[in-house]
């Protein structure tokens, strides 16, 4: 097993603090750098200014917004920093969700499966270099009865890894069939073939194994010696992943949660968080839930649940540290690395 993290400095805008944490995490053997995109700054622009301060560590987008763009843009997009990383680039791709794709963007969330489909095979064509002609359900190039023409792409072919992050069965196969890894949320190592098992029909659909994919899944991590008072802490932030982060019908989170044995717990905490019960369903967040899907408490606790995760069958583990500065955090994200490392060598 590997660890990769997220961009971190002293908070928004602290761009030499993350400059900082991100020499630091190469220095500690860190496997890749990822930055998120929601509805602030966008992904691509603090991997470029990180590409500048660092030399071998990965940079990837977690995730680029597949509806924010044309296939071509992200093409271009993905040409531009494997070009300015000198080849460290990994394009990660998902679809978010209506909430933000329509709210925020302005566009349709429409069959985002197949849009996903199309644009990996559109972006795989740009980098080996191919002319833009295609032709499916909601990308055709060049657009049939205008001035357009199929255009080949400016430069040298060139070679990205492309990771995606689905948790829905068919986004999951579609994982396992055209990508390079997965980028894995709300996942319990214990039930991990809930994902698996979609990714590898995927896989083998495409004469391929799951052993072809990178699996990485997120993990929040704190140490200390008072277990309760952080399980209990992390635990009531889940009350806002199943209340928030989707509508009353559409919340992929609790829909992964849900197909992993939390069904009912779930939609009750998603109820008292509509209905303005936010403390209420904080408290009825199952602590456990905290300690199956994070890295909490001691260096023994910590290894213990890191076995597990080896066994699942995960190979990165993308750790987001906590700590009130950047050297805090740095000197969890290397305790971590060893106990990790300490576990791999069993």
């Known amino acids: 097993m590997q660890v990769s993290t997220g961009i971190a400095g002293n908070g928004p805008g602290d761009w030499e603090g993350a400059a900082t944490y991100a020499v630091e995490a190469e220095r500690l053997g860190v496997h890749s750098l990822w930055s998120a995109e929601t509805w602030g700054t966008d992904a691509l622009t603090p991997l470029a200014f990180i590409a500048a301060r660092t030399t071998s560590i990965k940079l990837g987008t977690g995730i680029m917004q597949i509806g924010a763009r044309t296939p071509a843009m992200v093409a271009m997009s993905a040409r531009g920093m494997a070009s300015i990383s000198g080849g460290r680039f990994i394009l990660g791709l998902g679809t978010s969700g209506p909430q933000v794709i329509e709210g925020w963007h302005g566009v349709p969330f429409d069959r985002p499966v197949q849009r996903t489909r199309e644009l990996i095979e559109i972006v795989r064509m740009a980098s080996r270099g191919e002319r833009l002609e295609y032709s499916g359900e909601t990308f055709e190039l060049p657009l049939p009865g205008g001035q357009g023409r199929a255009i080949r792409p400016a430069g040298e072919p060139f070679d990205v890894p492309i990771y995606l992050a689905s948790l829905g069965p068919r986004n999951l196969e579609l994982t396992g069939e055209l990508c390079d890894g997965w980028i894995g949320n709300s996942f319990i190592p214990e039930t991990a073939d809930v994902f698996f098992d979609r990714m590898r029909v995927g896989a083998e659909r495409n004469g391929r194994t799951l052993a072809d994919l990178n699996l990485q899944v997120s993990v929040s991590v704190e140490f200390g010696d008072d277990v309760d008072e952080i399980t209990k802490r992390h635990a009531r932030g889940y009350a806002f992943t199943f209340g928030a982060m989707g509508s009353r019908s559409d919340n992929f989170y609790l829909n992964a949660f849900a197909k992993q044995g939390y069904a009912d717990e779930g939609r009750e905490i998603q109820a008292l ?28 606790l910590i290894k213990q649940r890191l076995r597990i995760y080896r066994d699942a069958g995960v190979t990165t583990l993308r750790a987001f540290v906590r700590g009130s500065s950047v050297a805090e955090r740095l000197a969890d994200l290397g305790r971590l690395i060893d106990l990790v490392n300490e576990v791999s060598s069993e």
Not at 283 to 289: G, Y
């Open 273 to 300: 968080w509509l209905d303005g019960k936010r403390d209420e369903a904080a408290d009825r967040v199952p602590l456990e839930l905290a300690t199956r899907t994070n890295l909490l408490g001691t260096d023994d």
